[in-house]
């Protein structure tokens, strides 16, 4: 069964530090592996999207690493601010084409304090 | 350019009444992607539209269905409301067929069913 376990499911670090959340997968074929932000109140946007072959991919800040083999990802955050206070949502997608599969980690929610 | 516009922004409906959810997705854009997310399920993939035809649908009952127009504006339709409808619905657009291409997400409309 295809699934996505994130982890932790919340964390509370101070600002200014950094932090890292897994995403770990077993969805088959893979196609791509995203990593989406989503504010209280509104809708996910997207930080990174990685293939097979991609390794690590920054956006900012944020840098996403894969690991096709373990089946396993990770977001790092340097130097958190208060705006990234949010959930952090992984998804994968398996297989290619029109016939694509989407399976949703449950999120990461992350809070930056003062 | 406008975002993803979603409107109402949130609705009140009764066990057994029918509502309908509408989606502008960005200018230019011809895919939009429906979503149902809950505090207990998480982000789930309802379905694509691309170029007013179903692209990929998720594993949910006939009584959720959608449409885009010529304009690539979509509806999302779910009838014989339950309970457990009550969720938050985001669509999301993109240039070219999911997932292929980076997905814009619209602020999500509210329902509840009383």
């Known amino acids: 069964k295809n699934q996505v376990e994130q982890s932790p499911q919340s964390l509370i670090i101070l600002e200014g530090k950094n932090c890292t959340l897994q995403?770990?997968?077993?969805?088959?074929?893979?196609?791509?592996l995203r990593w989406y932000k989503q504010d209280t109140g509104r809708g996910p946007v997207s930080l990174t999207i990685?293939?097979?072959?991609?390794n690590t991919k920054s956006n900012g800040r944020y840098t996403a690493t894969l690991d096709a083999d373990t089946k396993q990802s990770s977001l790092h955050i340097t130097a958190s601010q208060l705006s990234d206070s949010a959930s952090y949502i992984c998804?994968?997608?398996?297989?290619?084409?029109?016939?694509?599969?989407?399976?949703f980690g449950k999120g990461t929610l992350l809070t930056v304090n003062p | 350019k406008a975002g993803v516009t979603q409107t109402p922004r949130y609705l009140i409906k009764t066990r057994g009444q029918q509502v309908t959810l509408s989606c502008s997705p960005i200018?230019?854009?011809?895919?939009v992607s429906w979503y149902q997310q809950t505090p207990g399920q998480g982000l789930q993939f309802l379905f694509e539209?691309?170029?007013?035809?179903?692209?990929n649908k998720g594993n949910f009952p006939g009584r959720f269905s959608g449409r885009q127009f010529s304009n690539s504006r979509s509806e999302m339709n779910v009838s014989t409301l339950e309970l457990g409808d009550s969720a938050l619905y985001l669509c999301?657009?993109?240039?070219?067929?999911?997932?292929?291409?980076?997905?814009?997400f619209g602020p999500g409309t509210r329902l509840t069913v009383l």
């Open positions: 999301a657009s993109s240039a070219g067929g999911f997932p292929g291409y980076e997905q814009f």
């Open positions: 995403c770990n997968y077993t969805v088959s074929p893979f196609s791509n």
């Open positions: 990685m293939t097979f072959s991609e």
């Open positions: 998804v994968v997608s398996g297989s290619g084409g029109s016939n694509y599969k989407l399976t």
């Open positions: 200018s230019g854009h011809r895919s």
């Open positions: 539209y691309f170029s007013e035809t179903q692209r």
